[in-house]
């Protein structure tokens, strides 16, 4: 795997197989043998979600650290992606909305308080760069379907770790009300826009 855009790092961070842009495809012109599994760094893998606020401002909030790992074989263009998103830690910067958006009519912490990704289908550009990662998204105990796009994504030989590490930024869109979170509509938006930040350490 090169060290610069590796692709094969390719999600490095389960999110590396999302990871889909041109920047992949050096990296995946000359595949390994055989799937090599990354994990996530917990350290460096949040959500961050966007929701118009009665049509004057976005409200935005972060959820993580985000845990999992994704199985990626460049060679046949597969993957596997699994994602833990512990919903139950969102934050916002104000104590009293965190605390409405955790009631059952929005997030539903108590009952649930982990949403969750699976993904095994991956679309590839002509070069061999994962340009999509489309599975299943289940939040509040529903599931429907997700993609998930890379905004940018590159990789780097750590001198500490002395591994390969790859990251970037993901982004995605639902609608809440497939999931039953409808307080507040329409003054907020039932549009949720996330912005996946994640790196991943190569085993």
Excluded: W
Excluded at 45 to 64: A, D, Y
Excluded at 87 to 92: L, Q
Excluded at 129 to 153: H, K, N, P
């Amino acid at each position: 795997m090169s060290s610069n855009k590796l692709s094969g790092a390719v999600v490095r961070t389960a999110l590396a197989v999302l990871c889909a842009g041109p920047g992949l495809a050096p990296a995946l012109a000359q595949p390994a043998a055989g799937p090599v599994t990354y994990e996530l760094d917990p350290n460096h893998t949040f959500v961050t979600f966007e929701v118009m606020h009665f049509g004057t401002s976005t409200l935005r909030g972060r959820i993580g650290p985000v845990t999992g790992s994704v199985t990626v074989d460049r060679a046949a263009r597969a993957g596997d992606l699994r994602l833990r998103i512990p919903v139950i830690t969102v934050e916002t910067g104000m104590d009293v909305l965190d605390a409405r958006l955790k009631k059952p009519d929005l997030l539903a912490t108590a009952e649930y308080p982990e949403a969750y990704f699976v993904a095994t289908r991956f679309k590839f550009d002509e070069a061999g760069g994962v340009q999509e990662v489309r599975g299943e998204f289940t939040f509040r105990g529903l599931g429907d379907a997700l993609s998930l796009y890379a905004r940018s994504f590159a990789c780097r030989r750590d001198a500490t770790l002395k591994r390969e590490v790859c990251g970037g930024d993901f982004s995605a869109d639902f609608k809440r009300s497939h999931f039953g979170a409808t307080f507040g509509e329409p003054f907020v938006s039932d549009n949720v826009h996330l912005v996946i930040q994640v790196e991943a350490i190569a085993p």
